[in-house]
Nanobody, 125 residues
């Protein structure tokens, strides 16, 4: 069982940066792939980025955030982060942290059994 809590959201101007964090409770955090998803108003939830379990930090990004967002994790601290740079208005959404046990690749909602409550990111144009 893993519980996830997101932090770091808020309001930022276009072109700015935010760093989202995901704090995980539970055992064996290093065995979970950590993913970030987002849901904009009136749209379905979509994959943003994921970082795999294990020591090699394999990662994957949706095309729209490549080169702007960076996902990372600190297994010693049971945390994951999503550094978001060059933010655009269309990045506005509720962002969710999710965890999947021993799964890779993991770019679909159904890959993930554990979810945070979500956090709002608003980018003003």
């Amino acid at each position: 069982q893993v519980q996830l809590v997101e932090s770091g959201g808020g309001l930022v101007q276009a072109g700015g940066s935010l760093r989202l964090s995901c704090a995980a409770s539970g055992r064996d955090f290093s065995t979970y792939t950590l993913g970030w998803f987002r849901q904009a108003p009136g749209k379905e939830r979509e994959f943003v980025a994921a970082i795999g379990w294990g020591a090699d930090d394999i990662s994957s990004y949706t095309d729209s955030v490549k080169g702007r967002f960076t996902i990372s994790r600190d297994n010693a601290k049971n945390t994951g982060n999503l550094q978001m740079n060059s933010l655009k208005f269309e990045d506005t959404a509720v962002y969710y942290c999710a965890a999947a046990l021993l799964v890779w690749p993991a770019m679909h909602e159904n890959d993930y059994a554990y979810w945070g409550q979500g956090i709002q990111v608003t980018v003003s144009s």
